[in-house]
């Protein structure tokens, strides 16, 4: 229990958003940073922007890295702010990261890979469906779980 479940009741409106939207931030920079190091570097499956020569695919993936950390830095000082102040709601914090994390996954599986196209989830086979159900499912269930936790703080606060 972190010290703000104690004393929810004085948390001020902008407080509760703030913890909300830097867990967001914070998921959707993680989402980045795991996809990034796992699939474009570990496992080279593809790049961030496949349709054109692999010195575009690494710069995009440079760009990309850029701003997963960007995402995941900005929401940190807010919450050192949020702690500071002593109004850092660890529960609120981790429904927005899980909202961020699978809310990005779920964006990059149907918008980027299927709709747009700029990559697939491997760039080196044609059997992608089973691939792309895994993806998007298990994006998913992370979202899902994030609005369990929201509303179940929202309970709390209402």
């Known amino acids: 229990m972190d010290m703000v479940d104690k004393d929810i009741n004085r948390l001020q409106k902008k407080d509760v958003s703030r913890n909300l939207w830097s867990g967001i931030l914070f998921g959707i920079g993680l989402a980045a ?37 960007f995402s995941t830095v900005g929401s940190l000082f807010i919450v050192a702010d949020l702690r500071r102040r002593s109004v850092w709601w660890a529960t609120r914090w981790i429904g927005g990261v899980l909202i961020g994390l699978g809310g ?20 080196d086979t044609d059997n ?17 779980a994030g609005i369990i936790v929201l509303f179940q703080t929202r309970k709390r606060i209402s």
């Open 33 to 69: 940073f795991i996809d990034e190091v796992i699939f474009h570097q570990l496992l080279g499956w593809h790049y961030f922007y496949d349709q054109s020569t692999t010195r575009i695919g690494i710069l995009s993936d440079g760009l990309f890295h850029a701003f997963s950390w």
């Open 104 to 123: 990005f996954n779920l964006y990059d599986g149907i918008i980027q890979h299927k709709m747009m196209r700029i990559h697939q989830i491997r760039n």
């Open 128 to 144: 992608l469906l089973m691939y792309d159900i895994v993806w998007n499912l298990a994006a998913f269930i992370i979202l899902t």
